[in-house]
């Protein structure tokens, strides 16, 4: 939904072993921003969710939903217009009945703007 709209892959999408990561560029001048906040644009939370959501379904080539999540932080803020790229990092394994467990973050160089210590997608 937000790829190739809100966000592009910098950097293709490399996967191995259960780790993906990439860098994507945001849009800086999406409609988003428009509403958050005027003047001063912030990546909405549930963008990052998003984002994550889409580079995982990428990543195991399926649609997923979100069954469950147990701790994520955001811890900064992204700023569009100061932070265009940003790194994203996937870890996920095999859980049960067909799950997915995740954690992962969104960063750049020492800076984690987000952070998913376990989520469960089916």
């Given amino acids: 939904m937000l790829k190739n709209d809100f966000f592009t892959l910098t950097t293709p999408l490399s996967e191995s072993d259960?780790?993906?990561?990439?860098t994507i560029?945001?849009?800086?001048?999406h409609a988003i921003f428009q509403g958050h906040f005027p003047g001063l644009?912030?990546?909405p939370g549930v963008c990052m969710?998003?984002?994550?959501?889409?580079?995982?379904?990428?990543?195991?080539?399926?649609?997923?939903?979100?069954?469950?999540?147990?701790?994520?932080?955001?811890?900064?803020?992204?700023?569009?217009l100061e932070n265009?790229?940003?790194?994203?990092?996937?870890?996920?394994?095999?859980?049960?009945?067909?799950t997915l467990v995740l954690e992962g973050n969104i960063s750049m160089k020492n800076l984690t703007f987000f952070k998913i210590t376990r989520a469960v997608y089916q």
């Fill in 84 to 98: 265009e790229t940003v790194d994203v990092e996937l870890k996920y394994a095999a859980g049960e009945n067909n």
């Fill in 18 to 22: 259960g780790i993906c990561k990439t």
């Fill in 41 to 43: 644009p912030i990546v």
């Fill in 49 to 80: 969710m998003a984002i994550v959501k889409e580079l995982l379904e990428e990543a195991v080539n399926r649609p997923l939903q979100l069954l469950q999540t147990a701790n994520i932080k955001f811890l900064s803020l992204i700023n569009p």
């Fill in 25 to 29: 560029s945001l849009d800086k001048a």
